[in-house]
């Protein structure tokens, strides 16, 4: 043992060498480090990486300063050093800095003796840190320092770490970490080993791997910089597409299904004689995509992109018929008990006098409907199942699931998803159904071990929504139009937002806008309802059917209406506070109107004080119409983790890769990736061994619910 610990406290033994054996470390620090910043070996350390970089060749004046809060670099003369007690015997360090142009306060809150004396006074020398202004003085706590003569000959970018008050407390500063991290580089060579072949780095003229971590610490210059930065972030995304293309390899080769040969009456008799329009040449495609999947003895895995009301339920129920036409039950879950009623409503308004049993389980089914339902899937008698998280219950059982269709996927959790699968000893079709667009680098890295359809035209005889923002002081104006709207016979939505953490003033907030909306459309000229989350199943169902039949005018709702309402004689929405809405949630929301042949309008209510944010949402909703274009705009401001859902949280750990920024580097490592596994689809190669072991090592299992995402 003791031989070991020499040599770990010599040296770098490998990547897995804990950090306590690093020069300067030791286990006090080391277990600091491991608390605040996650780090516990070598390897950790080289993924530490900078923040920014200070330019060590640009040099501030004095007399340049100009605002605080900002890290600069001084070069002049320490002089004039004391102790200073102050408060309760507490004691500070103070000395002054000078250039040629003026001076600067310089302070140590925290500062030992050792500290003390080796501040070098009056002697030429660099400072950094960051400034702050009292009253008119400038100052610097805690500055580092460089003397003239021990500073390096070769310029260039000096990394800043992520740190916190703690670790800095404890003396741990930049020039610390610089320090530790110039150690490991030292020993880079046979650490780092190449993980990429070199036909690729030299057909993609690739940095190096040894030699991007080194510039990417510590840069020669900016050019140096990029290149690293790059071959950074291709790594990252190369091995996370290599997960998900092998997954799908393995789904389109391995992954058995239930084949679906026969197209028959079920499926003939309604496309024939009972479609209430004409499908778009989008839903024929995609409907023929679904088909020659399912046609297959392996599981089909399809992601169905379409935005709101492009129709993506009739190919759904389309998909179902070809299902019961074989033989097997089929199965629609929906994440909230509006929209399951919702799709339950319209699938059985479609497929009334046509013998197909379909029947709906929430958490609200009565114990006699549920006893009915559960007789029904095991003898086979239900054809199909519409449903919340109720469906995953052990209880529900299927004779033959064969097509489970998920809507808004990304509201389940992934856990909650698998248990659907395992509804059947042989798995259903999936088919994942969403009309919230996803931005193309993510379907291009969290769904490219699905197959992606997408619905891209709306139906015949739809028109474009027109979006309008108005203020407060155009309110009558909005009443007055709404009236109008009125008048030609359409409805009107007024949708609230849930603004605060209390549902009482959530509530209270709600029944406000009622209560101004019911002033504004006095009855009996206008009728007004109300929808919310609150309600019960019974009150929300018969709100909705009041409104649906045209008995009401207008709806005063929350978000509850954002997915699943149809109402296709509704024509306006408005939208009060909408800077309080996300983006996602304003395009939802728009698409409850202009489901009919009139022309429709959402109108945007904000508040006269908005941040940049709130304005750029605001703009992009009356630009366009274009859900792709809006999803792009969205994760720019929320990042990828937020479009991504909740339930995918930890998903988004890429070190380098920004999935908002750096689309074209995805888009080349997806490329690369698949073009390397069509030559070489088991990875056998010779010059892809150094890969398939990196993956293996580093990634195999991180993304072991890519197959059921």
């Known amino acids: 043992m003791k031989e070991i610990k020499k040599e770990h406290t010599n040296g770098i033994l490998d990547l897995s060498t804990p950090i306590e054996y690093l020069k300067g470390i030791g286990p006090e620090r080391s277990k600091l480090i491991k608390n605040v910043l996650g780090i516990s070996t070598v390897e950790d350390f080289l993924y530490f990486f900078p923040l920014r970089y200070l330019d060590k060749s640009k040099i501030y004046r004095v007399a340049d300063l ?98 916190s008050e703690k670790i800095t407390k404890r003396g741990l500063n930049q020039k610390f970490f610089q320090g530790i991290q110039a150690h490991i580089l030292g020993h880079v060579t046979g650490l780092v080993q190449e993980n990429l072949p070199q036909s690729l780095i030299q057909s993609l003229k690739l940095m190096g791997r040894q030699e991007a971590f080194v510039n990417i610490h510590f840069p020669k210059d900016t050019s140096a910089f990029e290149q690293a930065d790059i071959r950074l972030k291709f790594e990252e995304a190369f091995f996370f597409q290599l997960g998900y293309a092998l997954k799908k390899q393995y789904n389109k080769t391995s992954a058995v299904g239930n084949p679906f040969p026969l197209v028959g009456d079920f499926f003939n008799d309604f496309y024939q004689n009972r479609l209430p329009f004409e499908l778009t040449n989008a839903q024929k495609r995609v409907l023929k995509e679904i088909r020659n999947d399912m046609r297959l003895p392996i599981q089909m895995n399809r992601l169905l992109q379409g935005d709101v009301g492009s129709g993506k339920t009739m190919v759904a129920l389309l998909s179902m018929l070809i299902a019961i036409d074989n033989g097997f039950q089929s199965c629609m879950m929906a994440p909230t008990e509006i929209l399951a009623q919702q799709h339950f409503n319209s699938l059985s308004e479609a497929l009334f006098g046509t013998g197909v049993n379909i029947r709906l389980l929430t958490g609200s089914t009565k114990a006699a409907e ?16 519409v449903g919340t998280h109720a469906v995953l219950e052990d209880k529900v059982k299927f004779k033959n699931l064969g097509l489970a269709i998920i809507d808004e ?16 000893k042989i798995p259903p079709h999936i088919l994942i159904m969403t009309a919230t667009p996803i931005p193309r680098t993510l379907a291009m890295s969290f769904y490219s071990d699905l197959d992606v359809s997408v619905i891209d035209e709306l139906p015949m005889g739809r028109k474009p929504i027109i979006t309008a923002h108005r203020r407060e002081k155009d309110r009558n104006s909005v009443f007055r139009f709404a009236k109008d709207e009125i008048d030609k016979g359409r409805q009107v939505y007024f949708v609230y937002p849930l603004i605060e953490e209390s549902e ?65 004689n509704a024509s306006v929405m408005i939208i009060e506070s909408a800077e309080r809405f996300g983006l996602s949630q304003l395009h939802q929301l728009r698409g409850r109107v202009g489901r009919g042949a009139e022309q429709s309008y959402c109108i945007l209510m904000t508040s006269d004080k908005m941040s940049s944010d709130s304005r750029t949402r605001i703009k992009t909703m009356c630009e366009t119409n274009d859900g792709f274009k809006i999803s792009e705009v969205d994760m720019k401001l929320r990042g990828p983790g937020d479009i991504l859902g909740t339930q995918q949280s930890g998903v988004v750990d890429f070190k380098r890769l920004d999935l908002a920024q750096d689309g074209h580097i995805i888009k080349a490592a997806k490329d690369t990736v698949e073009a390397l596994l069509r030559a070489d689809p088991s990875l056998q190669q010779e010059q892809h061994q150094a890969l398939k072991n990196y993956y293996i090592k580093q990634y195999k299992g991180k993304n072991k619910w890519g197959r059921i995402s």
């Open 409 to 424: 996927q990304h509201r389940f959790g992934v856990e909650q998803r698998a248990k659907l699968w395992m509804k059947n």
């Open 66 to 163: 100009k605002e605080e809060n900002v890290e600069i670099q001084l070069k002049g003369k320490i002089y004039d050093l004391k102790e200073i007690t102050y408060g309760r015997g507490q004691k500070r360090l103070s000395a002054k800095f000078r250039d040629e142009t003026g001076a600067l306060d310089l302070v140590w809150f925290q500062y030992t003796q050792w500290l003390k004396d080796q501040i070098p006074l009056n002697k030429e020398l660099y400072i950094f840190g960051r400034v702050s202004l009292f009253g008119q003085q400038f100052s610097m706590a805690h500055p580092e320092i460089e003397l003239e003569e021990k500073r390096e000959k070769e310029l260039r970018l000096r990394p800043i770490y992520p740190s």
């Open 504 to 568: 009482a003033l959530d509530y209270e907030n709600l029944m406000g806008g009622f209560e101004r909306v019911s002033e504004a459309f006095p009855y009996p000229d206008y009728a007004v309802t109300m929808l919310h989350g609150k309600m019960k199943p019974q009150e929300k169902d018969e709100a909705m059917q009041y409104f649906a039949s045209g008995k009401a005018n207008i709806m005063v709702a929350t978000t509850v209406i954002e997915v699943g309402v149809n109402v296709p």
């Open 370 to 385: 549920r006893k009915i339902i559960h007789s029904e899937l095991e003898n086979g008698t239900l054809h199909i199942l």
